[in-house]
């Protein structure tokens, strides 16, 4: 039986005075999480509707330190492998099973590989998880609205993190239009799907999909229809796919007319590619 504990949805990206680095207990990674925010300043080349980051009010850094974000993930990398983070609130909340050191993540408040320092980023992290001895079964997650991966520099960056190195890129729509309406970009949807495609013929991705009632509505057929069919264009161009994470949303929401889909609606939507073969795995929304 899945747990369940309400840390999962508490992700404040700020900790104790950090400017970057930060924990989280997270039901996609089934564990600890280490938090790497390297886009404080909140800029995001998209601005999806269910965008659960906070701008509404200025954001108190805008630049990132990397001798400051070095300091943190050490002192993280220190407590989350001797355990006295799960001595202080709320992190003493939580279930045993759920007390492991999973993974550092790119994720912040914003698109990561937009950071033009992302591959001295990459650098610091594996040289700290290599100092730290971290077993090679921690991964280093890498949240991305693939916009950015045909970039030679990113590609090097990813290459820097090696073995641990995942891909969790989205793929929220199946057609233009539906892509325009929930991510809200400037960015050709083309463009996100020939990234996805070159990118998964070179590591395997996962690809993570929202899926939201809007304005009271659920995706249609149609939409969902595109989408599956999207997967499996990438599939058959040779891209590895080695999992699809669906989901909805969990907290607070850019626009108020998002809400969730309930959990008989993203079960029916995962059966859709866990019918063409693909591995899949349903997250609910908010308890
Ligand atoms: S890509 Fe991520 S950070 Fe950017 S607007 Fe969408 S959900 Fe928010």
Redesign the pocket.
Known sequence: MAIDTPLFTQHPRHWRTNAYAYPVISRRSRGLSLGINL?PDTA?????V????DRTSPPAIRTVDLATLRGELDHLLRISISGELFDEPPFDATPMPLRRLNDLAFS????PTTYPAFADACRLTVDLLAWHQVDPAVRIVV?T?ATMLHQERVQQALDILGERAEIWA?LDAGTAEHFRAI??TEVPFQRVLDNLLHAGRRRPLVIQA?FARLHDEPPTNVELAAWTVRLQELRAGGAAIARIQVYTTARAT?ESWVSPLTPAEIDAIAERPRACGFITEAFYGPG
């Open positions: 886009n995001c080349n998209f601005d999806c269910y965008c659960s980051v912040g408040d914003g698109e949240i609205n989205k991510d809200r929202l850019a």
